[in-house]
């Protein structure tokens, strides 16, 4: 019996997982410098996730972040989107743990299904709702470590909102899925692989996920880009979109 879509992204995205886990630490008690830990650790996570869909799902087409662009992908249904290692500078950063692998399928441009494999041994799926956030005195917005777009910063000045910077979009999701954060917003470049199996677990667990102007999300797209993406609690959705829209921003 063959097993289910999502059965199937959760065993890719975690043997990819645990393939970089083994392979940081190899490459950590060989000496290597880390900076070359990323290279590595996508190269192989590639080839792991490409040879376990082709064995399991050999009629789907596949776009990777670490894969030349087939264009047969435009005429397919069926399309998985992979990103083998989101947080390429925070897996080469000893002691992060802000980085995930991705594995999502799209089915007529929408992301279903969404597995998103964390270091410390979960995988998000979208099968289990999302956790409320405890009490505080602001609610939490997460944004880009390294560019953290000008709509952001705008949005939480707007809305009083605490800003938090954090590496790997899926491990920026995964935060406001477990309740730590009550938003993510990001402007101004992201790939299809950066957010397709982060919106598909997302919105799996009872969250909101849209384009910053509240526009829906599609993938398999000719243009691989999504260049945005608001993730957050239900209720915040309005007020958050809003405040973009008053900003005048868009990165």
Same mark, same amino acid.
């Not at 043997?15 to 000496?31: H, I, K, N, Q, Y």
């Not at 743990?97 to 441009?109: E, F, I, K, P, T």
């Not at 953290?148 to 938090?164: G, I, K, T």
């Not at 477990?178 to 799996?204: F, I, T």
């Given at each position: 019996? &063959?097993?289910?879509?999502?059965?199937?992204?959760? %065993?890719?995205?975690?043997?990819?997982?645990?393939?970089?886990?083994?392979?940081?630490?190899?490459?950590?008690?060989?000496?290597?410098?880390?900076?070359? *830990?990323?290279?590595?650790g996508?190269?192989?996570?590639?080839?792991?996730?490409?040879?376990?869909?082709?064995?399991?799902?050999?009629?789907?087409?596949?776009?990777?972040?670490e894969?030349?662009?087939?264009?047969?992908?435009?005429?397919?249904?069926?399309? *998985?989107?992979?990103?083998?290692?989101?947080? %390429?500078?925070?897996?080469?950063?000893?002691?992060r743990?802000? *980085?995930?692998?991705?594995?999502?399928?799209?089915?007529?441009?929408l992301? %279903?299904i969404?597995?998103?494999?964390?270091?410390?041994?979960?995988?998000?799926?979208?099968s289990?709702?999302? %956790?409320?956030?405890?009490?505080?005195s602001?609610?939490?917005?997460?944004?880009?470590?390294?560019?953290?777009?000008?709509?952001?910063?705008?949005?939480?000045?707007?809305?009083?909102?605490?800003?938090?910077?954090l590496? &790997? /979009?899926?491990?920026?999701?995964?935060?406001?899925?477990?309740?730590?954060?009550?938003?993510?917003?990001?402007?101004?470049?992201?790939?299809?692989?950066?957010?397709?199996?982060?919106?598909? /677990?997302?919105? =799996?667990?009872?969250? *909101?996920?849209?384009?910053?102007?509240?526009?829906?999300?599609?993938?398999?797209g000719?243009?691989? &880009?999504?260049?945005?993406?608001?993730?957050?609690?239900?209720?915040?959705?309005?007020?958050?979109?809003?405040?973009?829209?008053?900003?005048?921003r868009? =990165?």
């Open positions: 019996m &063959s097993p289910d879509d999502r059965a199937v992204a959760i %065993t890719v995205a975690a043997a990819a997982r645990d393939l970089l886990v083994r392979r940081r630490e190899e490459l950590a008690a060989a000496g290597v410098a880390p900076d070359r *830990w990323g290279v590595a996508d190269a192989e996570a590639n080839e792991a996730i490409l040879g376990h869909l082709a064995a399991l799902r050999p009629h789907d087409a596949v776009l990777s972040e894969s030349a662009d087939d264009p047969v992908r435009l005429d397919r249904q069926r399309v *998985w989107i992979v990103d083998p290692l989101d947080g %390429t500078r925070e897996y080469a950063t000893p002691g743990g802000d *980085w995930a692998v991705h594995v999502a399928l799209a089915v007529d441009g992301a %279903t969404g597995a998103v494999a964390l270091p410390d041994g979960r995988i998000l799926n979208g289990v709702p999302a %956790t409320a956030p405890g009490p505080r602001r609610r939490r917005l997460v944004v880009s470590r390294s560019r953290p777009p000008a709509v952001a910063l705008a949005v939480a000045a707007a809305l009083d909102l605490e800003v938090v910077e590496g &790997s /979009a899926g491990a920026k999701v995964a935060s406001v899925i477990d309740g730590v954060h009550d938003a993510y917003l990001h402007a101004g470049g992201m790939q299809q692989w950066d957010s397709a199996a982060p919106v598909a /677990a997302a919105v =799996g667990a009872g969250l *909101w996920a849209s384009r910053v102007d509240g526009s829906p999300l599609r993938y398999n000719a243009d691989p &880009s999504v260049p945005d993406l608001l993730v957050c609690r239900p209720e915040l959705a309005p007020s958050i979109l809003d405040a973009v829209a008053r900003s005048g868009i =990165g």
